[in-house]
């Protein structure tokens, strides 16, 4: 199993509604980030988290929401879907006592698509 | 705020091409700079770092110098092979904030 999984990995979804993203987590690591991915504009923050009871606005988060449900568990929510949410989504952990590199570990994504 | 520029891509080389993915950086005091590399279908991978001015990442035949003096951290290959066909993203972090900060990314092809 992967150290970093994510569900879907792929959907395609309508203008207006709600979805979410989930993203477990194998690592033990206290440290989980969204990350949103555009053809041009490389990844994104949306959210972070560094520990259960820590959420953080990323660079982008407007129309997203996010729940920390357990150290594993990291789930991204969409309220009311947009076209131009249309992208890929990863979610990542880290380690910070790995040093400066702190062991990022990323899933393999989840592409969204909004029609 | 911090920021990473890359060069555009996508580029494209033949097999045993030396390879070159220029990267420059903006930030305040003295970063972490990271190469990650995304194969298709999959997540980011760690390629190589460096954590301080001079200091050179290496990493499957792949190396980065960090240049302080020109805020740079180009990625180089004497010999690129079909599988290193890939984006690859230019990074920085600063050790307090532990957050990554992404290039837009180049997609590198290589052809037989």
């Known amino acids: 199993d992967a150290d970093v999984t994510q569900t879907p990995r792929n959907r395609i979804t309508k203008t207006g509604k709600r979805i979410m993203l989930e993203c477990s987590q194998t690592?033990?690591?206290?440290?989980m980030y969204w990350y949103r991915q555009d053809p041009g504009l490389g990844l994104r923050l949306i959210y972070y988290?560094?520990?259960?009871?820590?959420?953080n606005k990323g660079e982008i988060s407007d129309g997203y929401s996010v729940s920390r449900q357990a150290q594993a568990k990291f789930s991204l929510s969409l309220e009311s879907a947009i076209p131009n949410q249309t992208a890929l989504y990863f979610c990542?952990?880290?380690?910070?006592?790995?040093?400066?590199?702190?062991?990022?570990?990323f899933g393999s994504g989840t592409r969204l698509t909004v029609v | 705020g911090d920021s990473v520029t890359q060069m555009e891509g996508p580029v494209t080389l033949s097999e045993e091409a030396f390879l070159t993915i220029n990267c420059t950086y903006t930030?305040?005091?003295?970063?972490?700079l990271f190469w990650y590399v995304q194969y298709p279908g999959e997540g980011l991978q760690l390629l190589l770092k460096?954590?301080?001015?001079?200091d050179k990442g290496s990493n499957k035949g792949f190396e980065a110098t960090y240049r302080k003096e020109t805020t740079s951290f180009h990625l180089e290959k004497g010999s690129v092979q079909v599988s290193d066909s890939a984006v690859y993203f230019c990074?920085?972090?600063?050790?307090?904030?532990?957050?990554?900060?992404f290039g837009q990314g180049t997609r590198l092809t290589i052809n037989p």
């Open positions: 990542a952990t880290s380690d910070p006592s790995r040093g400066l590199d702190y062991g990022y570990t």
């Open positions: 690592k033990g690591h206290d440290r």
């Open positions: 988290s560094f520990d259960v009871k820590d959420i």
């Open positions: 930030a305040t005091g003295y970063p972490s």
């Open positions: 460096a954590t301080k001015a001079d």
């Open positions: 990074a920085l972090s600063h050790q307090g904030a532990q957050k990554l900060v």
